[in-house]
């Protein structure tokens, strides 16, 4: 089964900081892959799909990057709205797989 | 608009079964591929099977910590998605929701909890 590594596992950044989430397949995963924001005692919410592409609704200081087996999601300018837990996925194929989660928190 | 609302949670002894429903609406239901995922308490999320169209073969797929003790099965005509889960172990406890194949998983409902406890 393919491997999907995301780090950190946690995060403290400061308001207005740029905040950058790794997720790694092994092997590669072309650029089937997924974002979600999971906010505390909410159900998840896709950002972005086709590891770049951002789902309607989301606002444009979330981007995704990568292809392959490295991807990254990033914040722009962090916001006190963005306090969640951040997962990948990858859908090529069978199992898909979810990262373990990145904690974020404000400093 | 898309709505998905699971059902049939509860508690359940280990060795127990249980299955849970998916009521799905505002959009095809027999044309969409639908999965389960589950989080447990504190944990981070698990994807736990997937089930295609009936177009497609209504072919079936697991996670391995649930391959031959959880089927899942569908009722187009219902537009209702099922998980059967049987031989429970106190790890499957958690909250239990279906969504739409990736990437068009963009609704979530609310969950239905299982908690598998002696």
């Known amino acids: 089964d393919i491997q999907m590594t995301q780090s950190p596992s946690s995060l403290s950044a400061s308001l207005g900081d740029r905040v950058t989430i790794t997720c790694r397949a092994s092997p590669g995963i072309s650029n089937n892959l997924a974002w979600y924001q999971q906010k505390p005692g909410k159900v998840p919410k896709l950002l972005i799909y086709?590891?770049?592409t951002l789902q309607s609704g989301v606002p444009s200081r979330f981007s995704g990057s990568g292809s392959g087996t490295n991807f990254t999601l990033t914040i722009s300018s962090l916001q006190p709205e963005d306090v969640a837990t951040y997962y990948c996925?990858?859908?090529?194929?069978?199992?898909?797989?979810f990262g373990q989660g990145t904690k974020l928190e404000i400093k | 608009e898309v709505q998905l609302v699971e059902s049939g949670g509860g508690l359940v002894k280990p060795g127990g079964s249980l299955r849970l429903s998916c009521a799905g609406s505002g959009f095809t239901f027999s044309n969409a591929w639908m999965n389960w995922v589950r989080q447990a308490p504190g944990k981070g999320l698990e994807w736990v099977g997937h089930?295609?169209?009936?177009?497609?073969?209504?072919?079936?797929d697991y996670a391995a910590p649930v391959k031959g003790r959880f089927s899942i099965s569908r009722d187009d005509s219902e537009n209702t998605l099922y998980l059967q889960m049987d031989s429970l172990k106190i790890e499957d406890t958690g909250v239990y929701y279906c969504?739409?194949?990736?990437?068009?998983?963009?609704?979530w409902g609310q969950g239905t909890l299982v908690t598998v406890s002696s």
């Open positions: 996925q990858k859908y090529n194929s069978f199992p898909y797989t």
């Open positions: 969504i739409l194949n990736p990437p068009y998983s963009d609704h």
């Open positions: 086709a590891a770049s």
């Open positions: 089930i295609k169209s009936q177009t497609h073969g209504g072919t079936t």
